[in-house]
């Protein structure tokens, strides 16, 4: 199957005024890529993972006044919906591209991810490089490089998962604009590949918080 790279037009998407200009934009230039990066990457994460992996191009279909200043294709063990379960992304904002896996508010074993993820965290960090990132805000570009997180911090964001209702942890890199756009199809679809590969022990993670 060829995939079809991004470009700076996909980005600058982002620039467009209007939530149905912007919109307009989305459906013709970025959605296309993202269904593609979707039925490419399901049979990949369905191996991964051991669960049948279906994906989800974000519609922004609740939006009525605000254009979504990011949009991503998720993948779930589940046909109808993600947000609920551990998933993976791969979006663009209009400065980088994201690959995540990804815990989010609506997800509600968070907690009993949290316990397990405290057991393990030394280990499960070490797996992980140093250029990785970590986020608690899905919306949010702000990330925290897993080099730059001590044990102590990276504890804090474990209890927020924990203890704070609308608590977020997401995981994997982004990529520059500049970067995404110079990268081959088969250069871009192995950067994705090795992060999904790489950040695959936090979603086994999460059957032992619902056992």
């Not at 620039?15 to 269904?35: C, F, S, Y």
């Not at 993972?49 to 294709?73: C, I, L, Q, S, Y």
């Not at 508010?105 to 280990?123: F, N, R, T």
Request: proline share 5%; net charge negative; with cysteine.
């Amino acid at each position: 199957m060829e995939l079809h790279t991004l470009t700076h037009t996909d980005f600058n998407v982002f620039n467009v005024h209007g939530l149905d200009a912007r919109m307009e934009q989305l459906i013709t230039h970025v959605r296309p890529k993202l269904e593609q990066l979707g039925h490419y990457f399901s049979p990949t994460l369905s191996t991964l993972t051991g669960n049948e992996m279906f994906f989800h191009v974000a519609k922004h279909a609740r939006r009525t006044v605000n254009p979504p200043k990011d949009t991503w294709v998720a993948f779930s063990s589940n046909k109808r919906g993600y947000k609920q379960l551990p998933h993976f992304q791969i979006g663009l904002w209009e400065s980088h591209v994201f690959v995540w896996f990804a815990l989010i508010y609506e997800c509600p074993i968070k907690q009993a991810y949290a316990v397990e993820l405290e057991k393990v965290h030394k280990e499960l960090r070490e797996e992980i490089p140093p250029d990785f990132v970590w986020s608690v805000d899905h919306t949010k570009k702000d990330v925290l490089k897993n080099s730059e997180l001590d044990d102590e911090a990276f504890l804090k964001l474990v209890e927020r998962l924990k203890t704070v209702k609308k608590a977020e942890l997401l995981c994997g890199i982004q990529i520059p604009r500049e970067e995404a756009v110079s990268l081959s199809e088969n250069a871009f679809i192995e950067k994705i590949e090795t992060t999904f590969k790489t950040v695959i022990p936090l979603y086994h993670l999460a059957a032992h918080a619902v056992c």
